[in-house]
């Protein structure tokens, strides 16, 4: 790359998200030059890399997540092999349980969403390795399902790329302003004029954002395990979640894996990978987690590691505009369950295209403005633990 370039626009990020806006961004015959800068293109080094629950759950409280999600699904089932309808399974253990079952299940009827109370045998049917037949309930969600973050990022980088994008190995290293608008990227290659960039740098987004306003976009650790490699079964079970214990497990086809949210919430600074290291407690989690497992499945650890997200106040991504800058914008904080539809609504405001002022308000990174970043800080990780609640991701 030459000392100094120049682009219409520079996306910072070249995971799920800034490959989903460099996709959308040249969609029909637009001719912006569009240019992502990714500091490793050999592989996916933050969470889209490490998201191998890769679940996708339509239904959330927020109706705007919902939309989003149920946008990014009809975009995943373009891309070969990125999203398997396997469905998904919330298993209620308690009357309590039950009784938020059937909230979810007329709420996501509301929204056009397909969904069945089911009884715990039938649940065990469905999933008989992951499911022991002595819970409450069951709600089945149909068309959920898994996604592959690589095979998808990978997909809209190199439509991306065919469309025009330039897709550049750099770190950035500092934006850009001056008289309140965005001028472009210093990059360790170089400098790159842009009148609009975009950052989609996931858990390192604070890194770049020393701007007036608050970025609560906090990295935390997550465990998640493998176990033994099996005979391929002939069924391949819905995704299982117990929105009670904070625990999810998945089938993988020749092993399970299994996940939970079931401890102390911990932030941690990443370094250049969204693989951070075992956090010894964790053992703990998964112990507790397995023992919602039928045993006969005899699932345990082989592989386990912690992945790294990012947590905010109120579990909804930031993506949007910065205020204070013009041209400057930001998608972060932003699960795979929504990049592809959060990608399509950025990228349409990017354009001026006509937008959805309920999501533009529910998504606008300056909705924390004038507050302290102290709270808001143990307000995202307070949220860890109540990810089910708000977030229908894994
Ligand atoms: C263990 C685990 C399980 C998960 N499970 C699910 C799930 O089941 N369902 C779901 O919906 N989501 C899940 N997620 C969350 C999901 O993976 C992330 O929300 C999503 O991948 C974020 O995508 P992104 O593109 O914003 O970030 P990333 O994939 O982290 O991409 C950001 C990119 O920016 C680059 N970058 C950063 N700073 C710079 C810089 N200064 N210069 C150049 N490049 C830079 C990084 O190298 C990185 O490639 C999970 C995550 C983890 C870790």
Known sequence: MAAQQSSDIVIVGGGIVGSALAYFLLSFDDRKKVTVVERNLSGFEGSTGYAPPGFVGQFNESEVLTRLAIDSVGEYLKVPGGFDHVGGLEVATSAAGLENLKWRLETAKDRGLEAELISAEKAADMAPDLVKDDNVSALYFPSDGTANPPTIASFFRSEARARGAEIIQAEVTEISRSDGRVNGAMTSSGFINAQTVILATGIWARNLCNFDIPF????????????????????????????EHHVYARDHGSFFGLGSYDHRPLPETPKTSAHGSWVKDFDKTLDRALKLIPGKTNLVPKEKFNGIFSMTPDNMPLVGEIPGTEGLYIAAAVWVTHAAGSAKFLSQMIKGEP????????????RFMGRDIGSLERESLHCYNSIYSTYEGS
């Open 216 to 243: 609560p976009i906090i990295p935390v650790a997550h465990p998640y395990m493998y176990g033994e490699r099996h005979e391929t079964k002939p069924y391949k079970s819905p995704f299982v979640r117990y929105p």
């Open 355 to 366: 937008i959805d002022a309920t999501v533009q308000k529910a998504l606008d990174p300056s």
